[in-house]
């Protein structure tokens, strides 16, 4: 349950077994350098974790925001602390207004979106033996943070109508003129939950 007046961004970094956690720290500890200190000591942890339950442990770090009482709400996902950059705060700070404008159901598909600058598509591909094969895009900003969904021509392209003035109601309409496109009946609903995801990473900025 989130704490009233607060929103939190929380992210796990790591993920490891009580054994593993315990001999991270026993380890480089002086005191137990002899075997059978180590052994009792890691013994000690163990016993501890299993009399409370503990089957995994996990690290990582948070962001929290104040905020007004109902406008609370917590984001958790994996991202390792030293793939942010030090600069990131402005990008963080646009994941945390875009994170509170999604929470109010806003109609995504009527909404004019802007894409902030120097956000990249990174392509990763393959030689084959008849050329070049396409692996992978990535979506990133400039501070590393990063989308890593499944990327195709049409992320890219609904980017490139945001970019330049259009809505996604645009993007629908253009996609729904391609005949292998034309019969998806709730292509509106796969567009507006793309756009969630994008904006919910920062990489669409909605005109409010």
Not at 42 to 49: A, D, K, N, V
Not at 174 to 190: G, H, Q, T
């Amino acid at each position: 349950m989130t704490p009233e007046g607060t929103r939190r961004w929380l992210f796990q970094s790591d993920c490891s077994s009580p054994a593993d956690y315990a001999w991270t720290w026993i380890s480089s500890d002086l005191r137990f350098q002899g075997e059978q200190a180590a052994v009792d000591e890691i013994r000690r942890w163990l016993t501890h974790y299993q009399d409370i339950g503990v089957h995994r442990i996990s690290g990582g770090f948070m962001v929290i925001q104040k905020c007004e009482p109902g406008g609370e709400w917590t984001r958790t996902e994996s991202h390792a602390a030293e793939n942010i950059d030090s600069n990131a705060g402005p990008d963080v700070l646009r994941v945390l207004r875009n994170e509170t404008w999604l929470a109010g159901s806003p109609d995504l598909l009527g909404t004019r979106f802007t894409v902030p600058h120097g956000i990249r598509a990174e392509a990763r591909m393959s030689l084959g033996s008849t050329g070049w094969d396409l692996e992978a895009i990535r979506l990133t900003c400039p501070t590393r943070l990063s989308y890593d969904g499944q990327i195709d021509e049409n992320i890219l392209r609904l980017l490139a109508i945001s970019r330049s003035g259009g809505t996604l109601a645009d993007m629908v309409r253009e996609i729904r003129s391609k005949p292998d496109f034309a019969a998806i009946a709730d292509l509106p609903d796969r567009i507006s939950a793309l756009v969630h995801e994008l904006a919910s990473h920062g990489m669409l900025i909605p005109k409010v």
